[in-house]
């Protein structure tokens, strides 16, 4: 009913960019918050930076300075801008994003990932 589908991950080298988006589709009533995630391997998967309806955003100490992100609300995106990216950005990023759907009359507000897009900073 939802779907998060991420795109712009790839191979880059150190101090290289990247932008990552992520499209919302399906049945949508609100979008409150979306963000961006990473899982490297061994890890836990962390919070990279979110933004929310408001526009206001938070960043990982390990993002500020170098990764901005930004929504699209007319087209329920969200992007994330990777400058000076290092190896240890290596990681499958995730987005998620906390939607309020109504079907049927039936309220309900869910978490939901995306697949992931693998991105791999290497010389």
């Known amino acids: 009913q939802v779907q998060l589908v991420e795109s712009g991950g790839g191979l880059v080298q150190p101090g290289g960019s990247l932008r990552l988006s992520c499209k919302a589709s399906g049945i949508i009533y609100y979008i409150y918050d979306m963000g961006w995630y990473r899982q490297a391997p061994g890890q836990q998967r962390e919070l990279v930076a979110g933004?929310?309806?408001?526009?206001?955003?938070n960043y990982a100490d390990s993002a500020k300075g170098r990764f901005t992100i930004s929504k699209d609300y007319a087209k329920n995106t969200v992007l994330l801008q990777m400058n000076s990216l290092r190896p240890e950005d290596t990681a499958v990023y995730y987005c998620?994003?906390?939607?309020?759907?109504?079907?049927?009359?039936?309220?309900?507000?869910?978490?939901?990932w995306g697949q992931g897009t693998q991105v791999s900073v290497s010389s």
């Open positions: 998620k994003a906390r939607i309020r759907t109504i079907i049927d009359g039936d309220q309900k507000t869910n978490d939901y």
């Open positions: 933004i929310g309806s408001g526009r206001d955003t």
